[in-house]
């Protein structure tokens, strides 16, 4: 398996693998509004045989008050199926971590698998006082702090971009 940014000729598979992965196309949708809008992404594909597998792509969020600090979103992330529970997805979000730290982020939220994230560190948002615009239970939504202590004296809302509100 090889992980590695997604380049213009990833689209229609990076499409096919959200689209396999959800119930149905609203990720996928995000995935493109996101990208036309040209707003800073870390996406990465995870290629198997030359085919691409899975995406992750982390885009910018808000921090309410705290202009100063960059903080990403996490998702969506997506595995085609048949390659699920096959250490894919873990590959791709330590990657991604490591891709966000490198460009200088933070830390990184994600609405997710309250099972799943914390192996890679995540924690409940509440632990730092961060909301989630989306209401969404306690234990799904999660931060890491990509940097010690980043987020020691920041609390508030963390906003989506507008396209997150279609999904």
């Known amino acids: 398996m090889r992980i590695r940014p ?15 992965a959800f119930d149905t196309a609203l990720e996928a ?24 597998v899975g995406h992750i792509l982390f885009s910018p969020v808000s921090l309410e008050g705290h202009s100063h600090l960059s903080v990403m ?3 969506p992330m997506a595995v085609a199926p048949q390659h699920q529970r ?5 590959a791709l979000v330590s990657e991604g971590l490591d891709a966000a730290r490198r460009v200088g982020c ?7 698998h309250a099972h799943y994230y914390p192996r890679f560190g995540f924690v409940p948002a509440s632990r730092h006082a961060l ?3 989306y ?8 931060v890491i702090e990509l940097e010690e202590a980043a987020l020691r004296a920041a609390s508030g809302l963390i906003r989506y971009d507008e396209a997150f509100g279609t999904v």
């Not at 213009?8 to 959200?18: T, W």
């Open 131 to 133: 909301r989630c615009e």
């Open 86 to 90: 096959k250490g894919v997805g873990t």
């Open 135 to 142: 209401g969404v239970p306690d234990d799904v939504f999660l």
């Open 106 to 112: 933070h830390a990184v939220v994600v609405i997710g």
């Open 73 to 75: 979103g996490l998702g």
């Open 29 to 52: 949708d995000l995935v493109e509004t996101l990208r036309g809008k040209g707003v800073p992404l870390i996406s990465l594909v995870a290629e198997v045989a030359g085919e691409v």
């Open 6 to 20: 997604e380049t213009a000729a990833d689209r229609a598979a990076v499409r096919a693998v959200n689209v396999a």
